[in-house]
């Protein structure tokens, strides 16, 4: 393993992915992505990542030349193509362009089609909130839950993401999946052999499992059982069908180099808080994190992955060695 600064890290990551197809643009937009889900502690969606990027990259189920465009379509709707590209490059372009269409509008919304992992979502509406918007997020992701009451995987695991502006302190960031635990908890317990804790998944006939292996042929259990379910056909209307793109029931998988691209969606909701006649909201929202703060044992969501950004800021990160022994030294 390999300590280093998160500058060098976020160069070194680019150049694996320019030397195995990637342009300079979506290199720099997936090495920022991916290293700043390590340097929050977000390893599902940080460099353990490279390896089935590179393989999806190999194999054509993401396109390394592809070009994001956006279309405003009317006054407060942005349409952005990834054309089978990295989700982050066609992020980056919503992120670049939506914040000036709300400041007019009051509220927007930026629709991406043809997209593909989007990683950590609280990082995305967090640029948001660091120019004063508050921000939704919604991604639908490969089939992984069952409608209550059914057996066959139709949502993915679909998560959410929120951020809102906090007067003179990092915003508040919410992100979460719609499955009790992510699949990679399951896919790391098969590897070692161990049993899963009863409550993570259900078999291929619906019936609660502890085996990951049967596990992994079934489904995943929703956050919050029915009402969870209830929120991925929510995510799946507002990421696939508003956007176009492919339901998770149709999408391919984001673990893999196997099969087509997966053509998933993300919808971007964006709102400027002064678009409402009155000065009140940074009073609001201080108002309500101290009165969560104000209780012993309570805080403000992402505190934790704040402490280890600014860890990391500080020392780095970790370039583990499979990384170093495959793709060559630092620097």
Do not use: C
Request: net charge neutral; proline share 6%; glycine share 12%.
């Amino acid at each position: 393993m390999t300590l280093v600064p998160l500058d060098t890290a976020r160069a070194y990551v680019a150049h694996i992915f320019r030397d195995h197809g990637a342009s300079e643009t979506a290199a720099l937009s997936v090495a920022a992505a991916l290293v700043g889900a390590e340097a929050d502690g977000l390893k599902g969606h940080g460099l353990s990542r490279i390896p089935t990027y590179l393989g999806m990259l190999a194999s054509g189920k993401i396109r390394g030349d592809a070009v994001p465009t956006a279309t405003r379509i009317r006054t407060a709707t942005l349409m952005v193509d990834a054309a089978d590209g990295f989700a982050y490059s066609a992020i980056d372009l919503a992120v670049a362009q939506l914040p000036d269409i709300v400041r007019e509008t009051g509220i927007a919304a930026a629709a991406i089609t043809r997209s593909n992992h989007a990683g950590a979502l609280g990082h995305h509406v967090e640029r948001f909130a660091a120019q004063g918007l508050v921000a939704l997020f919604f991604a639908n992701t490969p089939e992984a839950i069952a409608p209550a009451g059914g057996t066959k995987a139709v949502y993915g695991t679909n998560p959410i993401a929120f951020a809102a502006p906090l007067p003179g302190r990092p915003p508040v960031v919410v992100d979460l999946a719609l499955s009790t635990v992510a699949r990679g908890n399951i896919v790391a317990a098969k590897q070692k052999g161990e049993a899963i804790p009863t409550g993570w998944a259900l078999d291929a006939e619906g019936k609660p499992t502890t085996d990951a292996d049967q596990a992994l042929k079934g489904t995943m259990v929703a956050l919050g059982g029915p009402k969870g379910t209830a929120l991925a056909l929510m995510v799946e209307v507002l990421a696939a069908a508003l956007t176009g793109a492919h339901l998770s029931m149709e999408a391919s998988s984001f673990l893999d180099e196997k099969g087509p691209p997966p053509g998933t969606g993300q919808t971007i909701l964006a709102i400027d808080p002064a678009g409402f006649g009155h000065g009140a909201f940074g009073d609001r929202m201080t108002a309500l994190a101290g009165a969560i703060e104000a209780q012993a044992g309570a805080r403000l969501p992402g505190q934790r992955r704040l402490a280890l950004r600014q860890a990391a800021a500080a020392q780095g990160i970790v370039i583990p060695t499979d990384l170093i022994q495959r793709f060559g030294v630092i620097g």
